[in-house]
């Protein structure tokens, strides 16, 4: 008999295993439910993007919907009147653990962790907004959860579903550009202006105090972050900016980029990451420069990935002519090079590619990125962003964050989740937790 998942027994700490994570091929379905049937969900997170993932589940069972702000996650409660509303998913997940068989998660960076680790401890499948943690070590003990349950799983990059992402990574795979060794991602760049971005100022902690607003509950808000006063710059959007909820621009948009890389050219976790640009005890950086090297990969070449954000660029962009498209992915090859952003992508130089036929596709199209995984619930297939793949992508992503506020080059030991020789990183890739929360 499968032991029952208290809130006691969720205040258990997870041991992150030492060993290296396995991309599941076939993970467990649903006990008993035919793939003609309806998933019984619960949803965490219901307002804003929050919300546009329960759309993005409409056509199943919604048991129960948490939030802690219901004036701002109404709309979301209205659309499901049978599902019963909560404030706090700790409860929830008590009550309804026997009556649902997944979840979806669309809460701050912050409060990703704490109840899909929850939740899957119960054996719920999980669908999880990006990034997919706030800290390294939550997403390491996310994935090593979900392998340990055989749940299905996966991360809200929804670009992944399209087409676009699909025909770009087919070129790579098959070889249209020849051996890849260096990547460059660039989001919101400034052509206007130069390369390297200035240092735009970053704000402090406010110090004001205006009353919390009678429709949230603040403390369910902050979670297992540190306790602060309530500000309308943290809640109910801006919190992004901030390190203690979230890790930035990169944070938000590396994991959507750089998904595209990861996938082409098979990456799993970096064995160097340095990064550039202002540094804030508070807020987050208004832009960086990221480099990472990658191992060999069997016959594939070392790779070495630069990221840009914050109106940054690389220089090659103008020596090269290189299209100046705002946000985009550029893989240089042996033999050629392709850039790509989500909707578009060209082969170049265009003289070199004139008449070019693409391979076969022989990766299929995405029946949706909500509907693949309900799909692979009720079936067993698996799912493209699972959180073994996704945990390691948000790793990467993260890892930029720790170099930029250590101000040193890390050298990775990803299996033991440590910067070799920098102890100042530590606390930065495992954050405490307040009183009362923990994994």
Request: net charge neutral; glycine share 8%.
């Amino acid at each position: 008999m499968r032991q029952r998942v208290t809130r006691r027994t969720f205040l258990r700490n997870v041991a992150v295993a030492g060993s290296g994570l396995v991309i599941l091929s076939n993970s467990g379905s649903v006990r008993g439910t035919p793939a003609n049937s309806k998933l019984n969900i619960a949803g965490i997170g219901v307002g804003g993007r929050g919300a546009a993932d329960i759309n993005g589940v409409a056509d199943q069972n919604l048991v129960a919907l948490c939030d802690v702000d219901w004036k701002h996650a109404g709309a979301t409660a209205e659309k499901f009147p049978g599902a019963k509303r909560y404030s706090d998913f700790r409860k929830m997940l008590d009550e309804v653990e026997d009556k649902i068989d997944a979840v979806v998660i669309g809460t701050p960076d912050h409060t990703h962790a704490p109840p899909a680790v929850m939740a899957m401890k119960m054996g719920k499948h999980c669908y999880c907004e990006k990034p997919l943690t706030h800290h390294v070590y939550e997403a390491r003990v996310m994935a090593e959860l979900a392998r340990e349950k055989g749940l299905v799983t996966q991360m809200g990059t929804q670009i992944h579903a399209g087409t676009n992402y699909r025909r770009a990574v087919e070129l790579v795979q098959s070889g249209a550009i020849g051996p890849v060794r260096e990547v460059h991602v660039w989001l919101g760049a400034n052509f206007d202006g130069p390369p390297t971005p200035t240092n735009m100022s970053q704000p402090d902690a406010p110090t004001d105090r205006p009353p919390v607003p009678e429709n949230l509950d603040w403390d369910l808000w902050l979670g297992p972050a540190p306790y602060r006063p309530y500000h309308s710059a943290y809640a109910p959007f801006h919190w992004r900016y901030w390190w203690t909820f979230a890790n930035g621009q990169l944070g938000d948009f590396f994991c959507h980029y750089c998904d595209l890389v990861f996938w082409a050219l098979k990456l799993r976790h970096p064995i160097t990451v340095e990064a550039e640009g202002p540094v804030h005890p508070e807020s987050a950086a208004k832009w960086t420069i990221a480099r990472q090297q990658y191992p060999a990969r069997g016959d594939l070449p070392p790779v070495h990935l630069t990221w840009y954000n914050g109106g940054g660029y690389p220089p090659l962009v103008k020596e090269k002519n290189i299209p100046q498209w705002n946000s985009a992915v550029l893989f240089i090859g042996a033999d050629g090079m392709l850039i790509a952003d989500y909707n578009r992508h060209q082969l170049l130089p265009e003289t070199k590619f004139a008449g070019f036929e693409p391979p076969e596709p022989f990766i299929a199209d995405s029946i949706g990125h909500h509907a693949e995984w309900v799909e692979a619930c009720k079936t067993g297939g698996p799912t493209t962003c699972n959180f073994d793949y996704s945990g390691a992508l948000t790793e990467a992503a993260l890892l930029c964050n720790v170099a930029l506020r250590t101000g040193r080059r890390l050298m990775w030991d990803a299996q033991n989740l440590k910067a070799i020789g920098c102890p100042e990183a530590d606390p930065l890739l495992r954050r405490p937790y307040r009183a009362g929360w923990t994994l």
